[in-house]
């Protein structure tokens, strides 16, 4: 199966086994140790880190009797004979592959020398039918010559896509120079390497220009191809440049990975991450650089060139602070995939796939303690997923990581990740129970609603609005089968939208981004338990839509709230609740008011005031005060190509079909100051949603265009998001401000947080005497008395959240 091109990259780097390097009857194998230990092995030279490059590709020592590494070498050798028999070896040809042709476009040869590295990878793993085969070597060097004579060779210019030229086709042309540098002539390596020189001499600059420097997982990929250039020539100045870019020795650490930085693309401190300056990339880019970062500790471990630079620690951080939440039961969630969701072969499981063995691979040389968390972390992620297991979808080294953990008595089954994560600085928000997890997709000003280009991720337009992602353990399918080419673009979980037509995004040649001109998107977390988030919603270029939107990440529901919902371009203005792919197949109970409806296809139903919702297996759906509401049972087909067209990862043109079950609340044609209330229980019965509907546990104190407020007086909390200087449930802020004050005994936890960050300083007013504080941070003044006044400085800090405890 053909991956996209990150993929590759990580599935031919990131996803070696040191299992393997160590393995008993390996030969010519090296173990991987920590960077560390350098000094006490400097002497493995080339050749030994050539084999530990090919062992990393390609895995060695599994046990061929082991059922699930049968299955993969089948499916590798599935993929590769496929190839390998369409391959045109003919004298006279002009492509290598027919639909490949001509080979002098970027893509198709980029995709070409991926193909032919899977033919290699194939040639070199016992057990395939290709495995050692004198005629497939021999049709190896041929192609790889047929493509440096025709399509890729130093005196071409650069032009279409620069990353097939940069990075694409370099790291898979030294995968293959790896794999087969015994069967090829001296004179072909030698072209190869000059090509390489030619396109990718360094990880510091893009070549095509080179006032650019290279950050985040670019640089990354680009390291890995100049470590494994500098490895084939013998070039331990090219190796040296390959562990220097990691850290930006060039330019004094400025574009360092190993940094934590407060603008454009890299790892932030709050767990974000970003790439392409505006885009929430944690699960794709953040992916590949975590591990490309991997490959090259692993790779150099044990000489001359080991990475040492102890900043490197940045890595084991961002494990558990940047990719742990936003991984449920070994799925990628989507908030944070960009235009990567449009790609059919590379869904959420296959990236969280790609992730585990990232991680698997950084604990082989981490700190004790930081691997013995990550490898029980992965295990419970491998237990859980019973949906598409990960052996399914791993190459033979990312399964002999993973079998090494789950064959180990000694590495316990992690539980879940719990607690609530506000990403301030990429618009994100994950709040995860031990059964659930809901995440939020923002934007604003800052970061982008939505990547599209190069053919990719064409009806992306509502996927920064405010969609709401619902993560069940029971179903973790839901967004992995076939949700997004069938899925109504114009209506995904948790958006306010109008119903105006929209053209495809992202068509032509490059990426591109929209940022929306409103300043509020993010919120405010308490305990690491409670989340108030928020967005102020500013229509596209195009429409005059302006809502209001809040959400309240509670302990067993999510209450989410819209007001000053107006538009005046003629089209009507709808919320979705929900949107549920039922598979292809589903008919999936569904309950309004505790009535049985129809299951009929194409069914549509209008309440004038539903107060509650069930849907089975999925959970309930609570309208508070009645609230109108429209069903609609559709059953929809469409196909990948018409999301993604993309010369490399664009998708098939088979039809592909759905159930879906969606519950919308329609607002009117040219609403003004609209609104909605509901009230999600992920997992609830319909009975508990019932007693929910009628007991209403959670009570709205406040749902208009100056403040959104919840209190929740079992847990003794109120959350609000103020729009503007106001009061609500006794609390009054002097501006616009997510709020949260929990009462506990003789404590009060207080939360605050500026998402649109206009304001240099807040003033929270709570309602009630304290006597002393706890613990604050330093931003946060405390003015006791009467009413407590808390003085936040919330200038410059990006939207992240100030904290108190006070003493009543």
């Not at 050539?50 to 020592?61: D, H, S």
């Not at 496929?82 to 080979?103: E, F, N």
């Not at 025709?150 to 370099?170: K, M, Q, V």
């Not at 600059?205 to 080179?210: A, C, H, L, M, V």
């Amino acid at each position: 199966m053909e991956l996209s091109r990150r993929n590759l990259i990580a599935a031919g780097g990131a996803t070696a086994v040191t299992a393997l390097m160590t393995s008993a009857g390996t030969a010519r194998a090296h173990p991987v140790t920590a960077p560390a230990s350098a000094g006490a092995g400097a002497d493995l030279g080339f050749d030994a880190l050539l084999q530990r490059a090919e062992t990393l590709l390609t895995g060695r020592g599994f046990d061929p009797d082991d059922p699930d590494f049968t299955a993969a070498v089948a499916a590798l050798d599935a993929t590769a004979r496929g190839l390998w028999d369409t391959l045109d070896r003919s004298a006279g040809r002009t492509a290598l592959w027919p639909d490949l042709a001509p080979p002098t476009e970027p893509g198709n040869f980029g995709q070409s020398y991926t193909r032919l590295r899977t033919l290699a990878t194939a040639w070199a793993t016992e057990g395939t039918s290709l495995a050692g085969d004198r005629e497939v070597a021999d049709a190896l060097v041929a192609a790889l010559r047929f493509l440096h004579d025709t399509a890729y060779n130093p005196d071409r210019r650069e032009t279409g896509n620069w990353w097939f030229w940069e990075i694409g086709a370099p790291r898979a042309l030294m995968d293959c120079c790896v794999v087969l540098r015994e069967a090829l002539p001296t004179a072909d390596l030698a072209d190869y390497l000059a090509v390489v020189d030619r396109f990718c001499p360094d990880a510091d600059r893009r070549t095509n220009s080179p006032a650019l420097a290279e950050t985040g997982a670019n640089r990354t990929d680009k390291a890995v191809v100049v470590a494994l250039r500098g490895l084939l020539g013998q070039d331990a100045a090219k190796l040296d440049s390959a562990r220097d870019a990691l850290s930006d020795v060039r330019d004094a650490g400025r574009n360092s990975l190993f940094r934590y930085t407060t603008s454009g693309d890299g790892f932030y401190k709050d767990g974000s991450f970003v790439q392409h300056d505006v885009v929430a990339y944690t699960g794709s880019y953040g992916v590949v650089l975590l591990g490309g970062t991997a490959y090259l500790l692993a790779l150099l471990a044990g000489s001359a060139w080991a990475v040492t630079d102890p900043k490197v620690s940045l890595m084991y951080e961002a494990v558990e602070r940047t990719f742990a939440p936003v991984v449920f039961d070994g799925l990628m969630m989507d908030s944070v995939r960009g235009r990567a969701v449009s790609r059919e072969r590379a869904g959420d499981h296959r990236d969280g796939a790609t992730a585990i063995g990232a991680i698997l691979l950084l604990a082989a040389g981490a700190p004790a303690e930081h691997a013995a968390r990550w490898r029980a972390l992965v295990k419970g992620w491998l237990t859980r997923n019973r949906t598409i297991p990960f052996a399914s979808l791993a190459s033979v080294p990312q399964l002999t990581l993973a079998k090494a953990v789950l064959n180990d008595r000694s590495v316990p089954s992690g539980t879940r990740t719990t607690g609530s994560f506000v990403f301030a600085d990429m618009d994100r928000v994950v709040h995860r129970r031990p059964g659930w997890a809901c995440a939020l997709s923002l934007s604003s000003k800052r970061i982008s609603a939505y990547e599209a280009g190069n053919g990719e991720n064409l009806h992306g337009w509502y996927t920064g609005d405010g969609m709401t992602y619902l993560y069940d353990g029971d179903d973790l399918g839901q967004f992995n089968d076939g949700f997004w080419p069938t899925v109504d673009p114009y209506r995904l979980p948790g958006t306010t939208v109008d119903t105006r037509p929209r053209a495809d995004l992202g068509a032509g040649a490059g990426t591109s981004t929209y940022r929306p001109a409103n300043a509020v998107a993010g919120g405010a977390v308490l305990d690491d338990r409670y989340t108030v988030a928020a967005m102020e919603l500013v229509g596209a270029p195009g429409t005059t839509l302006r809502a209001r939107k809040s959400w309240f990440l509670l302990d067993n529901a999510v209450v989410a709230l819209g007001a000053g919902i107006t538009a005046h371009d003629g089209h009507g203005v709808e919320t979705v609740v929900e949107n549920r792919n039922l598979g292809a197949n589903g008919r999936h109970r569904l309950l309004v008011d505790g009535a049985v409806r129809p299951a009929d296809q194409g069914r549509s139903e209008v309440f004038d005031r539903a107060r509650w919702a069930h849907v089975d297996g999925v959970g309930g759906y609570v309208f508070p005060g009645g609230s109108p509401l429209t069903v609609l049972r559709e059953q929809r087909t469409g196909t990948w190509r018409a999301i993604n067209s993309g010369a490399d990862t664009g998708g098939s043109t088979d039809p592909v079909t759905r159930r879906y079950l969606t519950l919308r609340i329609d607002h009117g044609v040219s609403p003004v100051d609209a609104g909605y209330a509901y009230v999600l229980l992920p997992g609830a019965s319909a009975a508990a949603t019932s007693v929910w509907s009628r007991s209403m546990p959670v009570r709205i104190v406040a749902d208009d265009a100056t403040a959104q407020a919840v209190e929740v007086r079992r847990s003794g909390l109120v959350a609000a998001q103020f729009w503007a200087a106001g009061s609500a449930a006794g609390i009054t802020a002097s501006g616009p401000a997510s709020v949260l004050v929990r009462r506990r005994g003789a404590r009060i936890g207080v939360a605050v947080a500026d998402p649109g960050r206009t304001l240099t300083t807040v003033s929270v007013e709570l309602p009630f005497r304290t006597k002393s504080v706890a613990q604050k941070d330093d931003t946060v003044d405390v003015l006791p008395g009467r009413r407590t006044v808390l003085t936040v400085a919330v200038g410059g800090s990006r939207g992240h959240t100030h904290r108190a405890e006070l003493v009543r």
